[in-house]
T-cell receptor
């Protein structure tokens, strides 16, 4: 079965410290992986994606993610956290069984809290 | 380009009523997908429309339906509302090329009393 797991409900980090939000996936074939962020009372904002190529993907607002095929992981990282990064983060994978490219399977989300 | 827009932003309905939500995709985007977000179930795919045809469907009862118009705008309808339908309904659009990103609207918050 295709799935995405975000093992941490919440991640706490001090401002200025590096942050990591974890994501593992299970999908047949080559995965298309995405990270989105959601602020209170807002929709999802796209951060970055892995389709093919370099395993280190750079995205918006200084975020990056590393695709690791052997560990089936796609962890989101940022070298120096800001208080404004506090939000709900979602990892998603394209459902390869679906027609087209637009059916996403989401993880449960990880709440990131950055403390001053 | 303007982003994905959804109307209305907030809705309050009572059980048994029906509701229609609207989504206008980014200009040029032909694919529109709908997702339901709840605290208990998280983000779940409802359905996707492409060129006025439903291409994919999630695991929701037939009370949930949708359609897409020739200008790619989409509507979803929920009939005979239940308390459990209270959720944030998110619409996303993309150009539908391999590897494309889906861009999400701000959502419609539906409360069923």
């Amino acid at each position: 079965a295709q799935s995405v797991a975000q093992p941490e409900d919440q991640v706490n980090v001090a401002e200025g410290n590096p942050l990591t939000v974890k994501c593992t996936y299970s999908v047949s074939g080559n995965p298309y992986l995405f990270w989105y962020v959601q602020y209170p009372n807002r929709g999802l904002q796209f951060l970055l994606k892995y389709i093919t190529g370099d395993n280190l993907v750079k995205g918006s607002y200084g975020f990056e993610a590393e695709f690791n095929k052997s560990q089936t992981s796609f962890h989101l990282k940022k070298p120096s956290a800001l208080v404004s990064d506090s939000a709900l983060y979602f990892c998603a994978v394209r459902d390869v069984r679906a027609g087209g490219y637009n059916k996403l399977i989401f993880g449960a989300g990880t709440r990131l809290a950055v403390h001053p | 380009k303007a982003g994905v827009t959804q109307t209305p932003r907030y809705l309050i309905k009572t059980r048994g009523q029906q509701v229609t939500l609207s989504c206008s995709p980014i200009s040029g985007h032909r694919s529109v997908s709908w997702y339901q977000q709840t605290p208990g179930q998280g983000l779940q795919f409802l359905f996707e429309y492409f060129s006025e045809t439903q291409r994919n469907k999630g695991n929701f009862p037939g009370r949930f339906s949708g359609r897409q118009f020739s200008n790619s705008r989409s509507e979803m309808n929920v009939s005979t509302l239940e308390l459990g339908d209270s959720a944030l309904y998110l619409c996303a659009s993309s150009e539908d090329r391999e590897g494309d990103t889906q861009y999400f609207g701000p959502g419609t918050r539906l409360t069923v009393l």
